[in-house]
């Protein structure tokens, strides 16, 4: 089992531009929520996908988007970035029905916004 | 504003001895709590967790204290190992997973 994997590991872009990221959930997991991660903070929550929909949605600006395909897989979008968006962004999944202390967690992807 | 707080960037601890990582929180609506350990180059890994209807949950070598009248809870490590060196992560929740927050952790360093 390969566990909860993110591409790419690292990006680097400049402001004004656009990103997508990509995360595998772990399998027989139907849940995916993604963290932002800024330097020297805790993760902070973005949104949870379930049933290709958004579920929940932390304090972010409707630049921050994403999808959830139908094989459970998720992107994050972020439009017009700015040099704050810079961060570590973590996808976490979780199986059908559980609560958030069975998220599992992947790597993250390193975003530089230059 | 944190709703999480951790207020010690970081902790060195001789190994054997106990590692007292403490966590404050604000909302009073938070109704579970857990830690979660993280290594460079990794996401982070859940660890223990707490409800609000408990004071103590026990695992291993991991306890976890709960004071809700002072919104305060720790993580107890006893015996500490030098694998346990890891940033370490508290975070709480609303009743059904709503308002998942962390705070910004706290690094602890087990020194042989």
């Known amino acids: 089992d390969a566990g909860v994997t993110q591409s790419p590991t690292h990006l680097i872009k400049t402001r004004g531009q656009q990103v997508t990221l990509r995360c595998s959930p772990k399998?027989?997991?139907?849940?995916v929520s993604w963290y932002q991660q800024a330097l020297g903070q805790g993760p902070q929550f973005i949104f949870q996908?379930?049933?290709?929909?958004?579920?929940q949605r932390g304090n972010f600006p409707d630049r921050f988007s994403g999808h959830q395909f139908p094989n459970y897989s998720s992107e994050l979008n972020v439009n017009a970035l700015l040099l704050g968006d810079s961060a570590l962004y973590l996808c976490?999944?979780?199986?059908?029905?559980?609560?958030?202390?069975?998220?599992?967690f992947g790597p993250g992807t390193r975003l530089t916004v230059l | 504003d944190q709703q999480v707080k951790q207020n010690s960037p970081s902790l060195s601890v001789q190994e054997g001895r106990i590692s007292i990582l403490n966590c404050d929180y604000t909302?009073?609506?938070?109704?579970?709590f857990l830690w979660y350990k993280k290594y460079p180059a990794e996401g982070p890994t859940f660890l223990i967790s707490i409800s609000s209807i408990k004071d103590k949950n026990e695992d291993g070598r991991f306890t976890v204290f709960l004071n809700k009248s002072a919104k305060h809870l720790s993580l107890h490590i006893v015996p500490s190992q030098p694998g346990d060196s890891a940033v370490y992560f508290c975070?709480?929740?609303?009743?059904?997973?709503?308002?998942?927050?962390f705070g910004p952790g706290t690094r602890l360093s087990v020194l042989p």
């Open positions: 399998s027989g997991h139907d849940t």
């Open positions: 996908y379930y049933e290709e929909e958004e579920r």
């Open positions: 909302n009073s609506m938070f109704d579970y």
């Open positions: 975070a709480a929740s609303g009743n059904y997973g709503q308002n998942f927050v």
């Open positions: 976490a999944s979780q199986p059908p029905g559980s609560a958030y202390n069975e998220q599992f």
